[in-house]
C-alpha cells in the first residue's frame, strides 16, 4: 500500500476523552473513531488488525481440529427462557419486539444458539466428540463503557463449544483449548495469565480465564508464589469474603498479591447445563440417550487490540507485534521530489511485495519529522529510511521499533535482508 492511497488519519494531539494509554494511541494512530457510548468504528489500519488477530486465531483453532460456523446475532428471547438464563443476564441483555410482536434479543453470547443447534444435528455417539467455533459481533448493553474497545457495547469475539459423550471427553477438549489458548496469546505476544475464575452466568464446574496483567486493567487477579492465581471473584467465593493484598493463599497461607489485569479469554466446563435444559442429546453404543457434554471457550477479538498496545507501547507511540501489526515494514523516502532515493524506495517497496512482506510505502510529500513521527506513532515493526545520505553510501537506514535498534543495511541487498529480520519479530 502507498501512503497517499490509504485512509491513515493520524492525530498531533492526545484526545480529551482518552483515558488510558490503548483509547488514547488507537484515536492517535487512526484505528478507530467513536460513534457513540461504548460504540466504535474501526478505520482501515484498525481493521488490517483486526483481521491478522482473526487469523491467528483460526490458523490455531484450525490446526486444533475445530470446525468454523457462523450463527445469528438475532435471537429469540424464548431460547434464553427455555436455558433459564433469560433474567439473569439482566439489563445487558439488549432486548425488542420485532414487527409480529415477536420477542428477540441481540446476542451477547451463543450457548443457547450453538445448542439449540446441535440438538438437531448430532444424534450418535460416532459424531463426537467435535468442536464449532465462530467469530461473531456481540452485543452488551455495558452500563459504563470505558477505555475505549476494552469495554464496549458491540465487539467482536471469537466463540467456541465442544460436544463430548462424557466428562472424561470434556477434560480432553478443555485441555486441548487451554492449550491453544495459550498458543495464540504467544504468537499476539501477550504474556497471558492463566487463572482459576468464578463460572458466573454462565454456570458449569471448572473456569479458567486468560488475563493480562496491566495497569489500567478493570479486572483483578490473586496471586501467590506458590502458583496459586486465581480472579478476584473466585478468590471472595472460595474464602467465603473478600480478599484483598495480604490476605492467606488458599494453598500456602502465604499473602497473596492483587494485580489488575485484563481479561483476554474465558474458558468453561459446562457440562449439561445447556444440553439438558434445551434438549440436545446422543444415542451411545448401548441406545441409551444421553445429555451432550459441552464445553466453551471465549477469546476477546477486539480487545486484544487495546490489551496488546497496553503492554507494547513508549512515549512516541505502539510497538506492534510482527504477527497482528498493520503492515510490517515502512519504507520511508525522506524527500520524495529526489528522484534518485525515490526510486530507490520504491523499488524496494516492489521486490518486498513480491517477496510477500506486508510493506507500506510512505509516497506522502512531507517533512521527514511527520514522517517518522507517524512510524513510531503507529509502530510499524521495521522502519527503512532511505535519504540522499544514505543512498550516496549505497545503504538504507533500518530501525526495529520494539527495541530501537538502528543500524544500515546495503541497499543493493536490503531486499534480501529485509525479510529474515521480518521473520523473528513475527
Not at 443457547?112 to 468442536?131: C, D, F, H, K, M
Not at 467455533?133 to 470505558?146: L, S
Request: hydrophobic content about 40%; glycine content about 8%.
Amino acid at each position: 500500500m502507498r501512503w497517499t492511497q490509504a485512509h491513515i488519519p493520524t492525530l498531533r494531539e492526545d484526545p480529551v476523552e482518552a483515558e488510558v494509554a490503548s483509547h488514547r494511541l488507537m484515536l492517535r494512530a487512526g484505528l478507530i473513531r467513536k460513534l457513540s457510548s461504548g460504540v466504535y468504528s474501526y478505520l482501515p489500519l484498525g481493521q488490517r488488525v483486526l483481521l491478522k488477530v482473526i487469523a491467528v486465531i483460526r490458523e490455531a483453532m484450525n490446526a486444533a481440529g475445530a470446525q468454523e460456523v457462523l450463527l445469528p446475532a438475532l435471537q429469540p428471547e424464548e431460547l434464553w427462557k427455555r436455558s433459564g438464563r433469560a433474567e439473569a443476564m439482566g439489563q445487558e441483555m439488549i432486548r425488542f419486539k420485532d414487527r409480529h410482536g415477536k420477542l428477540m434479543v441481540l446476542g451477547p453470547t451463543h450457548e443457547e444458539v450453538i445448542t439449540n443447534l446441535v440438538a438437531g444435528e448430532l444424534r450418535s455417539y460416532r459424531q463426537l466428540p467435535i468442536n464449532l467455533y465462530q467469530i461473531q459481533t456481540k452485543f452488551r448493553d455495558e452500563p459504563r463503557p470505558r477505555f475505549g474497545v476494552i469495554r464496549s457495547s458491540e465487539f467482536l469475539m471469537k466463540d467456541a463449544y465442544s460436544f463430548d459423550r462424557d466428562t472424561a471427553g470434556l477434560d480432553r477438549s478443555y485441555q486441548a483449548m487451554y492449550e491453544t489458548y495459550e498458543a495464540i496469546f504467544r504468537r499476539c505476544d501477550l504474556p497471558v495469565l492463566p487463572v482459576l475464575a468464578d463460572t458466573g452466568v454462565m454456570g458449569g464446574s471448572d473456569s479458567h480465564e486468560f488475563m493480562v496483567p496491566a495497569a489500567h486493567g478493570e479486572d483483578e487477579v490473586v496471586r501467590c508464589a506458590c502458583g496459586y492465581a486465581a480472579s478476584r471473584e473466585r478468590a471472595v467465593k472460595t474464602a467465603g469474603r473478600d480478599v484483598g493484598a495480604g490476605a492467606p493463599c488458599p494453598q500456602c497461607g502465604k499473602p497473596l498479591a492483587l494485580e489488575p489485569a485484563i481479561e483476554v479469554g474465558h474458558i468453561f466446563k459446562l457440562g449439561a447445563k445447556y444440553t439438558q435444559a434445551l434438549g440436545a442429546t446422543f444415542l451411545d453404543e448401548d441406545g441409551a440417550q444421553k445429555p451432550l457434554i459441552m464445553g466453551c471457550y471465549g477469546i476477546g477479538v477486539s480487545r486484544i487490540l487495546p490489551t496488546v498496545i497496553e503492554t507494547h507501547h513508549d512515549d512516541a507511540g505502539i510497538q506492534w507485534p510482527a504477527a497482528i501489526a498493520p503492515y510490517t515494514v515502512d519504507i520511508v523516502p525522506l524527500n520524495v521530489q529526489h528522484t534518485p532515493s525515490f526510486d530507490a524506495a520504491q523499488s524496494l517497496y516492489q521486490a518486498l511485495r513480491a517477496a510477500g512482506v506486508d510493506a507500506i510505502l510512505d509516497d506522502r510529500d512531507d517533512r521527514a519529522g511527520v514522517k517518522l513521527k507517524d512510524a513510531d506513532l503507529i509502530g510499524f515493526p521495521i522502519r527503512v529510511v532511505i535519504s540522499e545520505k544514505t543512498l550516496a553510501q549505497s545503504q538504507v537506514e533500518v530501525k526495529i521499533r520494539a527495541t530501537g535498534q538502528t543500524s544500515f543495511l546495503p541497499l543493493a541487498s536490503a531486499a534480501a535482508s529485509l525479510p529474515p529480520l521480518v521473520s523473528p519479530l513475527a
